[in-house]
C-alpha cells in the first residue's frame, strides 16, 4: 500500500490552466487577437513554429474537460479568463464570450469544482500593444481595470476567488527585458516600468470589482525567486540578491504600500518619474490570498554581458547531464518550495497562501494505451510531501493546484514541453490521464487527519 502525505481535511486540491494555452477557437465567438497571437505570427519566436489558435480545444471540449477534472478527484480548478474574449474592441461586453465562461462555469458548479479565475495570464489584447504599447502606457491599467470591472458584473456571481494577475514578473521582464515572451521588447528600463503598470492594474482592478462585489475573495498570483549564488564570491552573491529583488522586491513591496529598493529604483532611470505620488497607496489594497508558483531555484553569478550588467547578475543553467532535472531542463529542487516561502513569510505579512502552479515538463508518451511518466510522479512525491511537513509545521496553505491538468501550448516552447497530468495527442484531442493524475487521484481519496 502506498503512503501518501498527510494533509487536513480542508486542504484544497485543484489543477491549473491558461486560457491561451488550452482553448483554442481563436477566430470563434467575438474573440479578438491577443499579443500572444501577434507573436506566435512573428518568425523565430515560437520553438516549433505553433501558436494557440487550436491549442487543446478546450472551447469546444470543456464539458469532457470537466468530466475528466470530476474524474480524478479535483475540487478546485484554477483557470483564466481571456480579456481578449469577453471584451470588444470599444470596451464593452462580448455576449458570445461571457456565455462560454457561463457555460463553463455551470459545467463545474454540475460537478462540484470550486472555480478559481484569474483575470490576466499574459493574453492583453493586442490593439492595446499596437496603439500605445500595451503596459508601457499607464492607461493600459485603468483598461485592465474596466475589464475587470465587467467580469465582476457579469461572472461574479459564479466567481467566489479571483486573482487579478498571473506572475506579471513574466509579463514585465521576459516580455520586456529578455524578450523572449510576447511583446519581445527588450528594454531593462521598460520592463521596470511595466511592472510598475501592471502592478498599478492590479490595485486599480481591485478596486474595480469591489465596487460591484464585496464577497469575492481577492488576491493575485506570483512566481516568487529563490536564488543562489554561483560561488562565495562578493560578485555572485550580489547577483543573487539582485536577481531576488527584481523577481520579488519589485511585486511584493508595492501589495504592502513599501517603495522598491534603490537598486530597481536606480535601473528604471528615466520612467522613474511616471511613478506617481499615491500609485503605492493604490497598489496596497486589501489581499484576501496570494497564490504562489513554484517550480525550481536559480543560480546567479556576476554579469558579464552588457544586457547583464544593466540588470546586475546572469544565471547559470544547471548541467544537462545532471540526473535531477526535468525534460525542459529545470532542477528538481522540492526544499525550495519551503525555502521560497519562508523568505517571503521573513519579509512581508502574507495573506493565506494557495500553491497555485507546481509541476514538472514529462515528454514521456503514451504507450499501449497509457503513460508512466515517473519523472513528474517522482517530482509531485517530493514536493507534496515537503509541502505537508510545511503545513504541519503551521505555514497557513490552505491548497495546491498542479500545473497542469493538460498538456499545453508551453508559450515560447510551443507544444514541445508536456505538463499536464493528462497526455492531449494534439491530432485528434484525445485526453489520457497519466499515472501522475491516478496518483493523485489516490493522493486526494486517502484518508487525512
Known amino acids: 500500500m502506498t503512503d ?13 490552466t491558461a486560457a491561451f494555452q488550452i482553448e483554442g477557437g481563436a477566430l470563434e465567438g467575438g474573440k479578438l487577437p491577443s499579443i500572444w497571437d501577434d507573436f506566435c505570427a512573428q518568425t523565430g519566436r515560437i520553438k516549433d513554429a505553433s501558436d494557440g489558435l487550436v491549442a487543446c480545444d478546450h472551447f469546444h471540449r470543456f464539458r469532457e474537460d470537466v468530466a475528466l477534472m470530476a474524474d480524478l478527484g479535483f475540487r478546485h480548478y484554477r483557470f483564466s479568463i481571456a480579456w481578449t474574449r469577453v471584451v470588444r474592441e470599444d470596451g464593452s ?5 461571457l456565455d462560454f465562461y ?9 460537478k462540484g469544482i470550486t472555480p478559481n479565475a484569474t483575470l490576466f495570464h499574459w493574453d492583453l489584447p493586442a490593439q492595446l500593444q499596437r496603439a500605445h504599447g500595451g503596459w508601457l502606457h499607464r492607461d493600459t491599467a ?5 475589464y475587470a470591472q465587467l467580469v465582476a458584473r457579469e461572472l461574479g456571481d459564479q466567481l467566489p476567488r479571483v486573482a487579478t494577475l498571473n506572475e506579471p514578473w513574466c509579463s514585465a521582464f521576459l516580455g520586456h527585458d529578455i524578450g523572449v515572451f510576447a511583446p519581445g521588447v527588450q528594454d531593462r528600463s521598460s520592463s521596470l516600468l511595466v511592472a510598475h503598470h501592471l502592478m498599478l492594474a492590479h490595485g486599480l482592478g481591485l478596486q474595480a470589482w469591489r465596487s460591484v462585489r464585496s464577497d469575492t475573495q481577492l488576491g493575485i498570483v506570483l ?13 555572485d552573491v550580489a547577483a543573487a540578491r539582485l536577481a531576488e ?8 513591496n508595492p501589495l504592502f504600500g513599501r517603495e522598491w529598493p534603490a537598486e530597481m529604483i536606480e535601473q528604471i532611470g528615466a520612467f522613474a518619474e511616471q511613478r506617481r505620488p499615491g500609485d503605492l497607496a493604490i497598489c496596497a489594497q486589501p489581499l484576501d490570498f496570494i497564490g504562489l508558483n513554484y517550480y525550481t531555484r536559480s543560480i546567479a553569478q556576476a554579469p558579464q554581458s552588457a544586457a547583464e550588467q544593466r540588470r546586475g547578475y546572469r544565471f547559470v543553467p544547471p548541467d544537462p547531464q545532471r540526473p535531477d532535472l526535468t525534460h525542459i531542463g529545470w532542477e528538481i529542487y522540492p526544499q525550495g518550495l519551503e525555502r521560497v516561502t519562508r523568505n517571503l513569510l521573513a519579509k512581508w505579512p502574507l495573506p493565506p497562501i494557495w500553491i497555485t502552479e507546481n509541476g514538472a515538463a514529462d515528454n514521456t508518451p503514451v504507450e499501449a494505451g497509457g503513460c508512466d511518466d515517473r519523472l513528474r510522479l517522482s517530482y509531485l512525491q517530493s514536493h ?19 500545473w497542469s491538468l493538460l498538456d499545453n501550448f508551453e508559450w515560447a516552447h510551443g507544444y514541445t514541453q508536456r505538463f499536464g497530468v ?3 495527442d494534439y491530432s485528434t484531442q484525445q485526453r489520457t490521464a497519466k499515472a501522475s493524475a491516478r496518483w493523485l487521484q489516490q493522493l486526494i481519496s486517502s484518508p487525512q487527519t
Open 4 to 16: 501518501f502525505p498527510i494533509f487536513p481535511p480542508s486542504f484544497e486540491w485543484g489543477c491549473a
Open 142 to 146: 485603468q483598461r485592465f481595470a474596466d
Open 245 to 252: 529583488l527584481e523577481r520579488n522586491d519589485v511585486f511584493l
Open 93 to 97: 461586453a462580448n455576449p458570445e464570450g
Open 223 to 235: 512566481n516568487p525567486e529563490l536564488c543562489d549564488p554561483a560561488s562565495d564570491a562578493p560578485a
Open 102 to 110: 457561463r457555460r463553463l462555469l455551470d459545467a463545474l458548479h454540475d
Open 384 to 402: 507534496l510531501t515537503q509541502l505537508a511537513q510545511m503545513v504541519a509545521s503551521g505555514l497557513d496553505i490552505r491548497g495546491y493546484y498542479v
Open 422 to 424: 493528462v497526455h492531449v
